[in-house]
């Protein structure tokens, strides 16, 4: 028996097997499984969803007076970031955008603070060398403690030094709740406080 050669018959196996094939190839790309895959496989990521080193964000502008970024609300600024080149993602719109490097993907929310013009410098200032007289709380906004020390002589001179201490490592602030202003860049107190998120939990060993 002589073998069929590339122009000759098919066997009507070999057509069952082929048809079988497409058909199944059609069920899966075609069908729920298929549909879902190829929806996952198009969905596109989020900028804001992508991973450090693939974006990078300006730096705040900063506000002079208030030493704080200048679109700062709600304890909370924004900075534009910008995708690496090659990266494709939804932007802030939602609208899909492949990426050159100077397009803005996303806008971060950077913390700051409230400040309402009490100044950290003046404040340290009066209480080293004004704080036997009460300017210190004077000027931070607490009038009658600021008169007990004038009367009392910064209450012989001990009151005055617990008050250049508190006010130096900010614990004492305004009166009003606000924040010093402090160069943005320079050095700042961060109180850290026991929270769900802060708590470190005992190490369980084996």
């Known amino acids: 028996m002589e073998a069929a050669g590339?122009?000759?018959p098919v066997s009507p196996e070999t057509v069952a097997a082929q048809l079988l094939g497409v058909l199944w190839f059609a069920s899966v790309t075609t069908g729920p499984w298929g549909a879902a895959a190829t929806s996952r496989g198009e969905e596109t990521l989020k900028c804001e969803d992508l991973k450090v080193g693939q974006y990078i964000c300006k730096d705040p502008k900063i506000s002079d007076a208030t030493q704080e970024p200048v679109n700062c609300t709600n304890y909370t600024a924004y900075v534009p970031c910008f995708p690496a080149p090659n990266i494709t993602c939804k932007d802030f719109s939602g609208n899909e955008t492949h990426f050159t490097g100077n397009e803005v993907g996303f806008l971060k929310p950077i913390s700051?603070?409230?400040?309402?013009?009490?100044?950290?410098?003046?404040?340290?200032?009066?209480?080293?060398?004004?704080?036997?007289?009460?300017?210190?709380?004077?000027?931070?906004?607490?009038?009658?403690?600021?008169l007990l020390k004038f009367c009392t002589v910064g209450f012989c001179g001990i009151g005055s030094?617990?008050?250049?201490?508190?006010?130096?490592?900010?614990?004492?602030?305004?009166?009003?709740?606000?924040?010093?202003i402090i160069d943005y860049y320079g050095t700042r107190l961060i109180r850290l406080s026991i929270t769900n998120e802060t708590f470190r939990k005992t190490q369980l060993y084996p």
């Open 161 to 180: 030094l617990i008050d250049f201490i508190l006010i130096s490592v900010q614990i004492v602030g305004p009166s009003d709740g606000s924040s010093y």
């Open 112 to 146: 700051c603070r409230n400040v309402n013009g009490y100044s950290y410098k003046v404040a340290v200032a009066l209480s080293l060398f004004l704080g036997w007289l009460g300017a210190d709380r004077f000027y931070l906004g607490y009038p009658a403690l600021g």
């Open 6 to 8: 590339p122009s000759g």
